[in-house]
C-alpha cells in the first residue's frame, strides 16, 4: 500500500481507521547495551544503527530503539508493566531454551485458553512475551490475523499457527527473527473507558472484544478489545480486581498503572496528510502533546490516551524511503495493501 492510498480508508471509516502502526519505539536507557540485547539476545535483525537510534525486522513492524534521555523520557525501572510486546512463535519451549542459551532469563509462563505464554524483562525494564496459540485461539477472529502475518512473515514450523512465509534460515541462530511482533498490550484501568478512546476517538475498529483471563472478574465484562492496526494488533487489557497466577503461582498479570509510567513503548501510525489526520483527532477530543513537526525521517506529531500511554503520527519523506527502514516499510506496506488494507 502506497501512502496515497491511507487518505481515502481514513476519511470513510474515522480517523486512524485504516492506518497502520508500522513502527513500535522502545526508550532506552543505554543504546550499546540494547542494541546487544536485542541483537544477540534475542536475534533481531538490525535495519540501521547509529549513535542515537537502533531500528530491527520485526516482521510486519520495525522495533526502533531510541535514547530516553533524548526525549525526556523516564523509564520506570527494572520492570514495566504498563503494556507488553509480543512476538509469534510456532513452539513456545523451542524458542525458550534457544533464547536462554543466549542469555535471556524468563520470569513467568502461564498455560490458559489462548495458549501458552511467557515473558521476561529487557534491560529497560520493557516486558515482552513469546506466545504459541492454541487452536481455540487461532479459531477466533483474531486468530485469521495471527494466521495471516505467520503466512506474511513467520518462520518456522507448520504447525500449530498455520503455514509460515518460509522455513527458518539455513545456518541462523535461534532466536526471534521470523518470529513475528504480534501483539502491543496496553494495560488500562477501566475497558469502557479504554473503547472509548480507541475506538471513539482514535477511530479503530475493534476485531473483538473478549473477557479476561481471570474467572473473578464480572462475566458479561469484555475487559479485552483487539485492534487490527496493520501488520499486528493493539490490544488492551483492562487492570485484574483481583492477582492472576502463572504455572507457578508467581503474580502473572499487572496490579496497578501509574500514568507517569507509560511513556517508555511509543506505536507509531503512518498517516497521509498528518495536519488534516491531527485536526481531525483533535476534533475528536484527543490531547496532542507535539505538534506536527519536521525530523529527518519525515513529520511527526505526538498525542497521548487517558492513561498515559503515548502513540505518534508520521508521515515519511522520500529521502528516509531510500533508507535501509524505508525499503523494509516498503515492503510492508506491499505486504499490507497485498491483503487488502488493516481492514
Same mark, same amino acid.
Given at each position: ?37 536485542? /541483537? ?64 535471556? !532469563?524468563?520470569?513467568?509462563? /502461564? ?20 506466545? !504459541? ?13 495471527? /494466521? ?6 513467520? #518462520? ?47 477511530? %479503530?475498529?475493534?476485531? !473483538? ?23 499486528? %494488533? ?48 483533535? #476534533? ?17 506529531? #505526538? ?41
Amino acid at each position: 500500500m502506497s501512502t496515497e492510498g491511507l487518505s481515502a480508508m481514513v476519511e470513510s471509516r474515522g480517523a486512524l481507521a485504516g492506518s497502520p502502526i508500522t513502527h513500535l519505539i522502545l526508550y532506552v536507557h543505554s543504546l550499546p547495551e540494547s542494541l546487544e540485547y536485542y /541483537r544477540d539476545r534475542l536475534g533481531l535483525r538490525v535495519l540501521e544503527a547509529d549513535e542515537e537510534s537502533a531500528r530491527f525486522d520485526a516482521g510486519l513492524v520495525i522495533l526502533c530503539l531510541h535514547r530516553a534521555k533524548d526525549y525526556g523520557v523516564e523509564l520506570t525501572g527494572r520492570r514495566d508493566d504498563a503494556s507488553d510486546v509480543v512476538f509469534l512463535v510456532d513452539d513456545v519451549n523451542a524458542t525458550r531454551e534457544a533464547l536462554e542459551s543466549r542469555g535471556v !532469563e524468563f520470569v513467568r509462563r /502461564r498455560t490458559y485458553e489462548i495458549g501458552l505464554v511467557t515473558d521476561f524483562y529487557d534491560p529497560n525494564g520493557h516486558r515482552l512475551m513469546i506466545y !504459541e496459540p492454541s487452536a481455540t485461539a487461532l479459531s477466533w477472529p483474531s486468530g485469521s490475523k495471527l /494466521r495471516e502475518i505467520w503466512r506474511a512473515c513467520g #518462520r518456522g514450523g507448520v504447525e500449530p499457527i498455520g503455514t509460515p512465509a518460509g522455513p527458518p534460515a539455513e545456518g541462523a541462530a535461534p532466536g526471534l527473527d521470523g518470529k513475528p511482533l504480534i501483539y502491543l498490550f496496553l494495560f488500562v484501568p477501566g475497558s469502557s473507558e479504554a473503547l472509548g478512546f480507541y475506538q471513539g476517538e482514535l477511530g %479503530l475498529d475493534a476485531v !473483538e472484544r473478549v473477557h479476561c483471563c481471570n474467572p473473578a472478574c464480572p462475566p458479561d465484562e469484555k475487559g479485552i478489545a483487539k485492534y487490527d492496526v496493520g501488520g499486528m %494488533l493493539l490490544t488492551t487489557h483492562h487492570i485484574h480486581r483481583s492477582p492472576v497466577v502463572d504455572d507457578f503461582g508467581r503474580i502473572y498479570s499487572p496490579r496497578s498503572l501509574n500514568a507517569a509510567n507509560t511513556k517508555g513503548i511509543v506505536p507509531v501510525f503512518l498517516v497521509k496528510e498528518i495536519r488534516g489526520v491531527a485536526e481531525r483527532l483533535s #476534533r475528536r477530543g484527543v490531547q496532542f502533546t507535539q505538534t506536527v513537526v519536521h525530523s529527518q525521517i519525515g513529520e511527526v506529531a #505526538r498525542f497521548e490516551a487517558p492513561t498515559g500511554h503515548a502513540f505518534y503520527l508520521y508521515e515519511p519523506w522520500k529521502p528516509a524511503m531510500a533508507w535501509p527502514s524505508g525499503a523494509k516499510l516498503e515492503r510492508i506496506l506491499s505486504t499490507l495493501e497485498g491483503r487488502g488494507g488493516s481492514s
